[in-house]
């Protein structure tokens, strides 16, 4: 398995909604990511975890809470979220060095 | 402080022609280039990764070179075709930290 996979693909919630997102990899890599990206613009970090443990906040708001249970899984948690935090999040994984990093296909949130 | 300048910013070109994407970096220390492809709302598909003793890489179609003297890089899409249309991003991976620099991309549109 190659593949970092996120659920759901699409995400329309309310401003006083709690929802959140997986993201799921088997290829035995011990950092995961999450990024934003808005439209036209690059990814944006915004956590590191590193054989389970947060190891990079990028000042992020509250309102996203990540989780790792895991080495495989990946949670964003979100609640109290704004208009302007409707973008794509991408999850990512990585074995360190050289290589295998591996983006999963996003998800696309709108929130109303 | 790190950057990656990708140029140009967007590039229209006829289905079957050539065509050359460049990445300039001034990230130190420098571990690895890599370049993505990213179809619009989807996630970002690796192409090639280059450490600084890697001249040239190829994908298929796609061509990488990189010129760690002068940190520059190139991609090369040869005979491009409609399924070609996307953007195109640089990556630039220190060696001191496990943070991505990310270009700001070239978006192709290839037509018929």
């Known amino acids: 398995d190659t593949e970092v996979t996120q659920t759901p693909k699409h995400l329309v919630m309310g401003m006083t909604n709690k929802k959140s997102l997986k993201c799921e990899q088997h290829m035995g890599h011990r950092a995961m990511y999450w990024y934003k990206q808005k439209a036209k613009k690059p990814p944006e970090l915004m956590f590191v975890y590193s054989y389970e443990k947060l190891s990079i906040n990028e000042s992020v708001p509250s309102r996203f809470s990540p989780e790792c249970p895991n080495s495989s899984l990946l949670n964003l948690h979100l609640h109290a979220l704004q208009p302007e935090d409707s973008a794509l999040y991408l999850c990512?994984?990585?074995?360190?060095?050289?290589?295998?990093?591996?983006f999963g296909s996003g998800t696309r949130l709108t929130v109303v | 402080k790190n950057q990656v300048e990708q140029s140009p910013q967007s590039l229209i070109i006829l289905e079957g022609k050539n065509c050359t994407l460049q990445c300039n970096y001034t990230v130190s220390p420098f571990s690895n280039l890599r370049w993505y492809k990213q179809d619009t709302g989807r996630g970002p598909v690796s192409l090639t990764i280059m450490t600084f003793s890697e001249n040239t890489k190829s994908n298929g179609r796609y061509t990488a070179t990189l010129d760690a003297d002068t940190k520059q890089s190139s991609l090369h899409i040869t005979a491009s075709q409609l399924s070609d249309s996307a953007s195109y991003i640089c990556?630039?991976?220190?060696?001191?930290?496990?943070?991505?620099?990310f270009g700001q991309g070239t978006t192709l549109q290839v037509k018929p």
């Open positions: 990556v630039v991976a220190p060696s001191n930290t496990g943070k991505l620099i």
């Open positions: 990512a994984s990585s074995l360190g060095g050289r290589g295998g990093y591996t």
